[in-house]
């Protein structure tokens, strides 16, 4: 029971999603509504509403090949819908069908912003139900909402991952590269995962590139002076470089670059170059 490995955690289509099921639940006169993914070989259960019987929990994932949602997906029109599971042609025979023990059951694919399969959105009940084309249709307008959230929670993700981007070069030996603009925020956020990267690692050399950086508000960020007085008091060799000279020019810009405790080189391979670590071509 492999499962896909993705950056995000879904925290924002977790929240959402649990907010929707109560809805989904009153509506279809359902028990079990979730929200599962799909992985490389799995079906995974990220998140689940059981009103009053425990039918599905967070987790539980079940070879793709074995699935319910295999076979929502595999539709022409993304849904599958039977009052019973049990006796339904396609689903009677599957292994998971007597462990969950259910009856009534509707799913539809569930997409991500651009269109990709995300998983699909499903419900279930121990009784048998009947379910309508209506019911279809509230369950993939349920499953819209949820793709936006899906896109927001993978943007937020990247953001994460870009935004204090540390990159490991050997032991002791790492490039910080601080790419747009840097807010307030950010800034604590730089200076936290740096320091305490520097520390769990044992850097004695970090080299930042500011070829990509940004102002906000032509305004120099702080958080390259404290985070080089940080690094300096750690006993961390600092080296600035990718100075573009638009930056240099700035009002004021000479003044903070000339306080900081560090060398500036023009880049990176020079940087490294330096420090005693050459790039094989």
């Not at 961390?236 to 000479?254: A, D, E, N």
Request: glycine share 6%; net charge negative; proline share 3%.
């Amino acid at each position: 029971m492999n499962e896909k490995q993705g950056m995000s955690t879904h925290d924002s289509l977790k929240a959402v999603s649990y907010k929707l099921f109560q809805v989904i639940s009153d509506e279809l006169g359902v028990n079990t509504a979730y929200v599962t993914e799909r992985g490389p070989t799995a079906m995974k259960v990220i998140s689940s509403f059981n009103k009053d019987h425990y039918i599905i929990p967070e987790g539980y994932a079940v070879d793709y090949d074995g699935t319910y949602c295999r076979l929502i997906i595999q539709s022409d029109q993304e849904a599958m819908r039977t009052n019973n599971l049990g006796s339904f042609t396609l689903t009677k025979d599957l292994e998971v069908t007597p462990q969950l023990e259910v009856k009534g059951f509707l799913g539809v694919t569930l997409r991500d912003f651009y269109g990709e399969v995300f998983g699909t959105l499903c419900v279930m009940d121990k009784e048998e139900k009947e379910f309508s084309d209506q019911d279809i249709h509230f369950l993939k307008q349920m499953a819209d909402v949820l793709s936006y959230v899906i896109h927001l929670d993978n943007t937020l993700a990247d953001i994460e991952l870009l935004s204090v981007p540390i990159i490991p070069i050997k032991k002791g030996l790492a490039i910080l590269s601080l790419q747009g603009n840097i807010n307030e925020v950010r800034s604590q956020k730089i200076m936290e995962d740096t320091l305490h990267y520097a520390a769990d690692k044992g850097i004695h050399s970090f080299v930042i590139d500011l070829s990509q950086l940004r102002l906000l508000e032509n305004q120099f960020p702080d958080v390259l002076k404290n985070l080089v007085s940080g690094l300096n008091v750690m006993g961390v060799q600092v080296m600035m470089t990718g100075l573009p000279p638009w930056l240099v020019q700035m009002p004021g810009v000479s003044e903070h670059l000339s306080q900081l405790k560090t060398e500036y080189v023009a880049d990176i391979e020079s940087a490294l170059n330096k420090i005693g670590y050459k790039l094989e071509k």
